[in-house]
């Protein structure tokens, strides 16, 4: 099992960027695909960004390809979420998931999820 914790949200102004961290415990974490996600009041949960178990693939929604990173440092059990040019359609809170494969996380199929972290852009 894998336990994640985010933290990095803020209140930003649009154009601003943020970096957001998702630190997991466990001794297995390089062995997890990773992603993150964000829910909008009154929307449903959306995929963001995901990143394979070694880094060396990642993948991105429309809505923030060219804008966000996603990265991982599997010394720290940590995944990050570089967010860069922000708008206020942004706002949302921010999860971090693990899984055991891609699909599984861009799917949204895991039991395996952070308790959030609030971003908050401004105009």
């Known amino acids: 099992q894998v336990q994640l914790v985010e933290s990095g949200g803020g209140l930003v102004r649009a154009g601003g960027s943020l970096r957001l961290s998702c630190a997991a415990s466990?001794?297995?974490?390089?062995?997890?695909?990773m992603g993150w996600f964000r829910q909008a009041p009154g929307k449903e949960r959306e995929f963001g960004a995901a990143i394979s178990w070694s880094g060396g693939s990642t993948y991105y929604a429309d809505s923030v390809k060219g804008r966000f990173t996603i990265s991982r440092d599997n010394a720290k059990n940590t995944v990050y979420l570089q967010m860069n040019s922000l708008q206020p359609e942004d706002t949302a809170v921010y999860y971090c998931?693990?899984?055991?494969?891609?699909?599984?996380?861009?799917?949204?199929?895991?039991?395996?999820w952070g308790q959030g972290t609030q971003v908050t852009v401004s105009s």
């Open positions: 998931a693990a899984g055991n494969t891609i699909v599984v996380v861009t799917s949204q199929d895991t039991d395996y």
């Open positions: 466990g001794r297995t974490f390089s062995s997890y695909a």
